[in-house]
Every structure is written in C-alpha cells, then in structure tokens.
C-alpha cells in the first residue's frame, strides 16, 4: 500500500479518489496500471497550461502566413525611391525583391525538415530571431548589396512562417476544424497581397522607404512575442528520427511523376508571370504614367482582387484540366496584348484593364494547378507541398531582374509573353494522358 501512494500522481489532495480501493482489489495489477496511466493522461490534457486557446492559433497562424506577401509587396511602392536613393539602376533594385524571394524558396526546403525533427517552436523562434536581424540590417545598409544579402536572409526567415504555420494547423486540428483553420490561411493569403502595397504607400506618405521596413521590424517583434507565447505542438514521440540529409532524399521521387513535375512548372512560370508584374508595375505606373505611390497602391489592391475572382471562379469548372487549359490561353493573348499596349503607347485605362484580365485568368490556375500536382503526390504530400512552393517563389525570384533592363516597358512585354507561353507548354505536357 506504501508503494500505491508512492506511485499515485499528486494532485491538490493526498488521497485516491473514491473507489480507487475498490479497483486495487478488483483489477488484476495490469489492469489497475492502465487505468492509472489512463487517469494521468487525463490530467495532463486537462492542464491550461500545456495548450493555447483555438482563438490565439487561428490568429497566430493567420500572422505567420501574411508573412511573405508583407515581405515581397510592401515596399513596392518605394521602389522607385530607392533607385534614387541609392544611385542604382532599375534592375539592382529589383534585385532586392529576386532574392527575397529566392530566400522563401529556400527556407521552405530548409525549415520544413527542421520543424518535422526538431519541433515547431524552436524552429520558428530561430527564424524570427533571424527575421528581425536582418530586417534590422535592411533599414542600416549602407549601400544596395549589403540590402541585397540581407533581403535574402529576410526571406529566408519569413519562410519559417510560412511552412510550419501549416504544419502546426495539422498537429493542432482535424476533420472540420482542420478545413476552418486552413481557410483562415487561405483568407489571409488573400488579403495580406491586396493590404501589404496599401499600408506600404500610406507609410511612405508621412516617411521614407526606411518608414516601411520599420514596420516590418514592428510586425516581426509581434510575431515574435507570439512565438513565445505558442505552445509547441508537435510532441517529441511524433517528431521524426532520420537524418535531415535523409529527408531531403525524399524530393527525388517527385521529379519522375511527369503528372505532378509539369503541373508545378506550369504554376511555376504562372507565378513567374505574377512576379514579373510585381517588379514591373511601381516603375511603369509611377514613373511612366505618372501616378503617385499611394494611388499605385490602389491599382495594386485591384489587381489584387482580380486574382482573387480567378480564383473564386475556378471552383465553377466541372474539370480542372478546362480550367487550367483556359487560364493558360488567357494569360497568353492578354501577355500578347499587354506588349502591344506599352510599345503604343495605351492610355493607362487600356493597361490597368488588360492587367486586370491577365491576373483573373492568372487567378483561374493558382487552386486547379495546386489541386492537380497534390492529387499527383498524395504519398507524399509533406514533401509534394514544399517543392511545389518552392518552385514558384524560385521562378518569381529569377524572372523579376529581367524586366528592368534597358527600357522597362519592351522587357515587361517580352518577360509577360515568355512566360505565359512556357506556363501554357507545361500545361498541355500535364494534360496528356
């Protein structure tokens, strides 16, 4: 009887519950065990201490996965000035944008396996820790290539919030709560590219380009603090054991699924085309229509919206593969059109609409391509996911230096069509039985 009180984990009273005596005589000792076990697990559930409330996750996810759009889309209206700013060219200053985007490819690959070994939390207070030294180097630099590096350090950091905000809904939902919790993401990817240029031009109304990356530095300490208030969610027994070299072996299978390769490249040069856009427009729309960067917020936030539309739209398609076939031929006459407006000089009315078009039929392919490579990989979903994502901020990153050489407006046509032309090759390859 010693031992059984020895062994009875304490609570606010010394004594067993009642009937525990009558179990102890009852239960052969296997059974009793179990029991115990059973009512231990009980109360360490029950402990408020070990779990953070639904509200606080939907939030804290939500601000993790606005990361990335705050990233790349705030400062773009303050291109411009940082072009005088710094006394560069158009496309050294677009270089800023390339390699933030090469860091969210890149961080994806990286912190995905780093959370799967070695938890979710310390993982993410790593890369906010980074986030914010480099945010801080950003708004210090003293010229355009220490910005450079550390814009790159600033993605690859905001790409820890990005994959592992996934991760943790799935460690910390299921069934509908789950599907709400991934609709929270998908909200605030939807809102965050439509928000991010609008804030950034009204910050840049009452300071400079150092004004908005001050922001940035805000938000992260936010997120930060979050972080430290997040209770970790993936338990030790469930984290995995293998080598992270061993698990980076685990993307070689999906470059020989033709299905699930091509789908990817066409998203791929998809998002190409919408990072050439994002490059391309602070320039045309402020320097050579004239507009100021609030109002180029605006344009931005309703290109935005027509995006969102595509999407939307895309669930009305009775097959996938007609969706993907028809945003791909859209993206290309308009591409072919937008070259033509630029090279005659359109009024911005004729640009600002056939922009407008090409981005809704862009909208069309982001949830049909997603869809389609996912159901290509569904073994290997995890892994499917963080290529997939990665490839598209990779082609983003290499395509935006392109539209900036020489006169910006025969190179943003040209990148428009190549792209859209390439995205439409992968496409028809994909569709093939």
């Not at 912190?111 to 914010?132: A, E, H, N």
């Not at 820890?160 to 991760?167: A, C, E, H, Y």
């Not at 085309?273 to 320097?287: D, E, G, R, T, V």
């Not at 990779?394 to 392109?402: A, I, K, N, R, T």
């Amino acid at each position: 009887m010693l031992l059984f009180y020895q062994n009875y984990p304490q609570k606010s009273w010394a004594y067993p519950p009642s009937g525990t005596f009558d179990l102890f005589l009852k239960f052969p000792q296997k059974r009793y065990n179990f029991y115990m076990k059973q009512q231990q697990k009980t109360w360490q559930g029950s402990s408020t201490k070990r779990r953070n409330s639904a509200f606080f996750l939907f939030v804290f996810l939500g601000m993790l996965t606005a990361f990335a759009p705050f990233v790349t889309d705030m400062y773009l209206p303050s291109l411009p000035a940082m072009t005088q700013y710094f006394g560069v060219s158009v496309s050294m200053v677009q270089l800023g944008l390339t390699f933030s985007m090469l860091g969210l490819a890149v961080g994806q690959i990286v912190f995905g396996p780093l959370s799967d070994k070695y938890g979710r939390r310390t993982p993410l207070l790593i890369s906010m820790v980074l986030y914010l030294l480099a945010t801080a180097g950003c708004i210090f630099a003293p010229n355009i290539r220490l910005f450079i590096l550390m814009r790159l350090v600033q993605g690859m950091a905001a790409a820890g919030g990005i994959v592992i905000s996934r991760s943790i809904a799935t460690d910390k939902f299921k069934g509908r709560n789950l599907a709400t919790a991934l609709a929270v993401v998908g909200a605030i990817n939807g809102i965050a590219p439509v928000a991010a240029p609008v804030i950034g031009g009204s910050v840049l109304k009452v300071t400079s380009w150092r004004g908005v990356f001050g922001v940035l530095f805000a938000l992260g300490v936010v997120v930060w603090a979050a972080c430290l208030h997040f209770k970790e969610s993936l338990s030790t027994k469930r984290r995995t054991k293998q080598k992270l070299i061993k698990a980076l072996a685990l993307f070689k299978p999906l470059f020989s699924n033709r299905h699930y390769l091509f789908y990817t490249l066409q998203m791929g040069f998809a998002q190409a085309l919408l990072f050439a856009y994002i490059a391309a427009s602070p320039f045309i729309i402020q320097q050579y229509y004239g507009f100021s960067p609030f109002a180029f917020s605006l344009f931005f936030a309703a290109n935005a919206v027509a995006i969102g539309m595509g999407a939307a739209l895309s669930v009305k398609f009775k097959h996938l593969e007609t969706c993907i076939l028809t945003s791909c031929i859209g993206m290309l006459v308009c591409s072919v059109a937008v070259l033509c407006a630029l090279q005659s000089g359109a009024s911005i009315v004729l640009f600002e609409s056939l922009l407008f078009i090409m981005l809704l039929a862009m909208g069309l392919t982001f949830t049909a391509a997603t869809t389609l490579a996912m159901n290509a990989e569904r073994s290997r979903a995890g892994t499917a996911s963080a290529l997939f994502g990665a490839v598209c901020f990779l082609f983003g990153g290499l395509v935006s230096p392109l539209v900036g050489l020489g006169n910006i407006l025969l190179p943003t046509g040209i990148t428009f069509t190549a792209c859209a032309t390439l995205s439409l090759t992968c496409g028809l390859i994909a569709l093939k039985k």
